[in-house]
């Protein structure tokens, strides 16, 4: 049985940090490039960023409101997934999903972790 | 960067009719990179259709995917109660990229 559990998130001030992680299991997690997608409050699904597999290279990418501030990294040998979010906005305010991609959709998704930031 | 185009973004219909999803691309997509997923209140998105057409697993066959170059469809042939959600639709350029959503709601 496949499960994506995200664990992390909470309340924190603006400008502050926060470090997201994502415990998968059930499929190759090694193989498999790993994204974070957020929901705004009401809002609608926004691509965070991804990391791809070691085998294909291992790079990151991340969506231009979040370049510079967040860092997505990736531990094997744990199967885990983590996203590190500092200088944090008001605007990232969301509830963030870890999804593992399969070929060009998302396949498998956690049931996200709520990270509030407000003052 | 290609803008997907959601409309209406919100459906009413009742239970036992068709419902008809359309999901507009700024530019031509390739039906590979075509995905639509389904998301009900207080839940993680769940995949639906992949390259268009092709159902995830565990997908009842009334929801069929259809469509091309910039024009695509999500069709659920007979609208169960559990079918009232959140539906994106999603293409992948450089990274995924969602539409706005249609939200089916019940009539």
Known sequence: EVQVVESGGGLVKPGGSLRLSCAASGFPF????????????????????????????????????????????????KNTLYLQ???????????YYCTAQSGYHLKYWGQGTLVSVSS | EIVLTQSPGTLSLSP?????????????????YLAWYQQKPGQAPRLLIYGTS??????????????????????????????????????????????????????
């Open chain 1, 30 to 77: 090694s193989n498999a490039w790993m994204t974070w997608v957020r929901q705004a409050p009401g809002k609608g699904l926004e691509w965070v960023g991804r990391i791809k597999s070691k085998t294909d290279g291992g790079t990151t990418d991340c969506a231009a409101p979040v370049k510079g501030r967040f860092t997505i990294s990736r531990d094997d040998s």
């Open chain 1, 85 to 95: 979010m500092n200088s944090l906005k008001t605007e990232d305010t969301a509830v």
């Open chain 2, 16 to 32: 036992g009719e068709r419902a008809t999803l359309p999901c507009r691309a700024s530019q031509r997509v390739s039906s590979t």
């Open chain 2, 54 to 107: 092709t159902r995830a697993t565990g997908i009842p066959d009334r929801f069929s995917g259809s469509g091309s170059g910039t024009d695509f469809t999500l069709t659920i042939s007979r609208l169960e109660p559990e079918d009232f959600a959140v539906y994106y639709c999603q293409q992948y350029g450089s990274s995924p990229l969602f539409g706005q959503g249609t939200r089916l709601e019940i009539k």
